[in-house]
C-alpha cells in the first residue's frame, strides 16, 4: 500500500498534524505541499489531504483542488481558528467534504483547533497530535479490510 500526505494549509499547526499523520502510515508514504504533488494521485491508495479552515471556510484554492480529485480515495483533515468541537464546525467538514470530485472516494476526517482556546490551551496538543496519528493508523487498517 502506499499514502500520500498533502499539507495545504498555511499554518504551523496545519504543518504539525500533517507531519503527524505522516507519521503515524504504517506503509509506503510521501508527504508534500500542495504546490509541489506528484504526477499521478491514483497511485496512491489513499491521499490524505489538511488543510486550515478560518470562520469554518477553507480556501478557494484548497476548494477547487478537492474538486479535482478524482479516482482516488480521500481522507481529509483540518485545523481550525476556533473550538473543533460542535455543530459549526462538523457542518463545515462535511461541506469540505462535499466539495471532492464524484468519484472520490470518502474516507474520514480529523480535525483539531489551532491557536489557544477559550481555556487558554495552545493547540495542537500532544493529545491533538496524538490522534492525528490514531486517525492515519485507523485508515491504514481500514484499507487492509
Not at 50 to 58: A, H, L, Q, R, T
Amino acid at each position: 500500500m502506499r499514502g500520500l500526505v498533502i499539507d495545504a494549509g498555511d499554518t504551523e499547526a496545519t504543518r504539525q498534524v500533517a507531519q503527524n499523520i505522516y507519521d503515524g502510515i504504517l506503509f509506503e508514504k510521501d508527504i508534500c505541499r500542495l504546490t509541489s504533488l506528484p504526477d499521478d494521485l491514483r497511485a496512491y491508495d489513499v491521499v490524505f489531504v489538511g488543510f486550515d479552515m478560518k470562520s469554518n471556510s477553507i480556501s478557494e484554492t484548497v476548494r477547487t483542488f478537492l474538486g479535482s480529485l478524482d479516482d482516488v480515495q480521500v481522507a481529509l483533515f483540518a485545523t481550525v481558528d476556533g473550538p473543533a468541537v460542535g455543530i459549526t464546525t462538523r457542518a463545515a467538514l462535511r461541506r469540505n467534504r462535499e466539495c471532492l470530485g464524484r468519484s472520490a472516494r470518502f474516507m474520514g476526517g480529523f480535525i483539531c483547533s489551532s491557536g489557544p482556546d477559550c481555556d487558554n490551551i495552545v493547540h495542537p496538543t500532544v493529545g491533538d497530535l496524538l490522534g492525528a496519528i490514531d486517525f492515519a493508523r485507523d485508515i491504514g487498517f481500514s484499507l487492509r479490510s
